[in-house]
């Protein structure tokens, strides 16, 4: 007999019978974090705004159906790779890379190709079960892309023509181009100042140089001919010289010479520019491989992963105008009638706009729409997902930290984390609502309150700092069984007394951790505490946790 929860949800006018499998003893083995941090509801209006040569290559609709589709996610955790391959940058030198447990290199998750390559240098995902994007400081340029640079690289990749990929030259100034793009670009803005500083010292100095070769003069009784007067010309004219030339120096390679330090900053950005030419050659010339334009399309969902709000597109477009049409530019414009009605959230999507049962009934027209509107598609296909009655499964990951920034592997924190979201779900906000269980004679921890408080909203973006801060939630209570630290026979245990973590499994666990986090002010006194049998423990749970529009109750499977 295999003990599981059945939520049932009813509705006013529809009943749901959900099977949901929460299986308390077990880890769970599907996702849901497919989302953008920019909602699916801002997307309406967006394709337009690209030309129709360029849309294929640089909408962001194709970034986000990379993401909602998982599609990204599968190519990055399933793609080609393997064994270190010293032609591929694998993270050498870094925690992600070298970690000797949990590292890239040790797991054999090293890029096989440039396309693979340019998806993990984006989106390392150390993990192993989400998509993660780039988590590293700003030593790496990578980490440091902002919207204005995406959208430079994306504008200077679409002047591309395609009888240009195949030639050497033209590829070299192209590496050339986004080489020196993200050196200047990505420069910090401490730095651009203290250069900004440094150059208007040197112009400053040659005019003071200039001025005091003006003002020079033999010395009395002696003419221009005058050995040491001639001396003192030739001594301000070499200033002078190297003052100008320094000005005229290219900006990149007098920046390098003034600064040395910043050497290993350009050869990471010349590697950068490197693989992502490689990588788009990969995907015109190896199309069995990859899709055309998908490094493109990898750039673009990174930067619906770090933008969060729909002014977001404003910043990436406004750096390849180009490829906008004449309703884009003028999106551009601040104050301009365009640029309101795009950010007015009046004009977004709505849920009320998805109808499914209109979806069904004109197959085939519908299916011609959306061909042509594909961002209709991605919003009907999110709001699909979205409508369902139950929250959002979660998978496991396997980088949660502790409070000692150990990692393990959370199966039975997330198992009792997915619990909690079922019976705090309201479908129509699509809320957590903590509120849901203050009753009955509930004390909510304190903890689990402000949790819910702080990720409150099932469309955000599930990232690791979620998983470690449900980590903290659950960790480190007395009376519940924890796998570390593990008991040796002898010697000391393998982490600090006091850290305990990483829930073992068994029914009475999760059965003594739910009671301690809805009874907290007196857990041993508590209803669930006092039934005797595990089924009666279980019923009780139920009953405690059934509200007007949620039926929890227990059934076996066999």
């Known amino acids: 007999m295999l003990l599981v929860w059945v939520v049932m949800m009813r509705q006013i006018k ?108 984006l989106f390392p995902s150390q993990g192993g079960t989400h998509l993660e994007i780039n988590p590293l400081d700003e030593s790496d340029p990578i980490a440091r892309l902002t919207s204005e640079v995406i959208g430079k690289v994306l504008g200077r990749v679409a002047r591309v023509t395609d009888d240009q990929w195949s030639k050497s030259a033209d590829m070299d100034c192209l590496q050339k181009d986004l080489k020196n793009m ?117 750039l673009m969902a990174f930067f619906l992963k770090k933008a969060n709000y729909k002014s977001d597109f404003i910043s990436i477009f406004n750096e390849m105008r180009e490829v906008l049409t004449e309703k884009g530019i003028q999106v551009l414009v601040d104050g301009s009638q365009q640029q309101n009605d795009f950010l007015n959230p009046d004009t977004n999507y709505k849920s009320a706009d998805y109808k499914p049962g209109e979806l069904e009934s004109k197959l085939q027209e519908i299916a011609e729409w959306f061909v042509q509107n594909p961002e209709d598609l991605v919003f009907s296909r999110m709001e699909s997902y979205f409508s369902r009655p139950f929250a959002p499964i979660l998978h496991y990951s396997s980088s ?63 990232t690791q700092q979620h998983y470690d801060d449900w980590s903290e939630v659950v960790s480190n209570r007395q009376g519940i069984t924890y796998r570390r630290p593990i008991k040796r026979i002898n010697g000391p245990p393998l982490v600090p007394p006091g850290n305990r973590y990483e829930l073992d499994a068994g029914l009475d666990n999760m059965l003594n951790i739910i009671n301690q986090l809805l009874f907290s002010k007196d857990p041993e006194s508590s209803p669930l505490a006092q039934a005797k049998f595990r089924s009666d423990k279980l019923d009780t749970l139920c009953k405690l946790l059934s509200r007007d529009v949620l039926s929890v109750r227990l059934v076996n499977i066999y």
């Open 182 to 298: 993200m050196f200047t670009e990505l420069l910090t803005e401490q730095f651009k100042k203290s250069y900004d500083q440094m150059k208007k010292n040197t112009q400053k100095a040659l005019v003071d140089a200039q001025l005091k070769k003006s003002k020079l003069k033999p010395r009395l009784g002696r003419n221009e001919s005058d050995p040491e007067f001639i001396k003192a010309l030739e001594s301000k004219d070499r200033t002078i010289q190297r003052l100008q030339d320094e000005l005229a120096e290219n900006e990149i390679d007098n920046i390098l010479r003034t600064y040395p330090t910043l050497n290993s900053f350009s050869d990471e950005c010349h590697r950068i520019a490197n693989v992502l030419v490689l990588a788009l050659q990969e995907s015109r010339f190896e199309a069995h491989r990859y899709p055309r334009y998908l490094p493109e399309h990898v």
């Open 400 to 462: 949660t930290k502790n409070q000692s920034g150990q990692k393990y592997s959370d199966c039975g924190e997330t198992s009792l984390r997915n619990f909690f979201n079922i019976v705090t779900y309201n479908q129509k906000d699509r809320i957590y609502h903590i509120e849901y269980l203050e009753k009955n004679g509930l004390s909510i921890d304190e903890k689990l309150k402000q949790f819910y408080v702080n990720h409150s909203n099932a469309a955000d973006e599930i």
């Open 14 to 121: 529809k009943q749901y019978a959900l099977n949901i499998f929460l299986i308390l003893i077990s880890c769970l083995f599907w996702s849901s974090n497919t989302h953008a941090k920019i909602s699916h509801l801002d997307l309406k209006g967006i394709h337009e705004l690209i030309k129709p040569e360029f849309q294929a290559q640089v909408s962001p609709i194709f970034g986000y159906t990379l993401i909602g589709t998982q599609t990204l996610q599968n190519r990055r955790l399933y793609g080609n790779y393997g064994p270190r391959n010293d032609e591929h940058y694998c993270f050498k030198g870094t925690n992600i890379g070298d970690d000797p447990e949990d590292g890239l290199i040790v797991k054999n998750d090293c890029p096989q190709d440039y396309t693979s390559e340019w998806i993990q240098r």
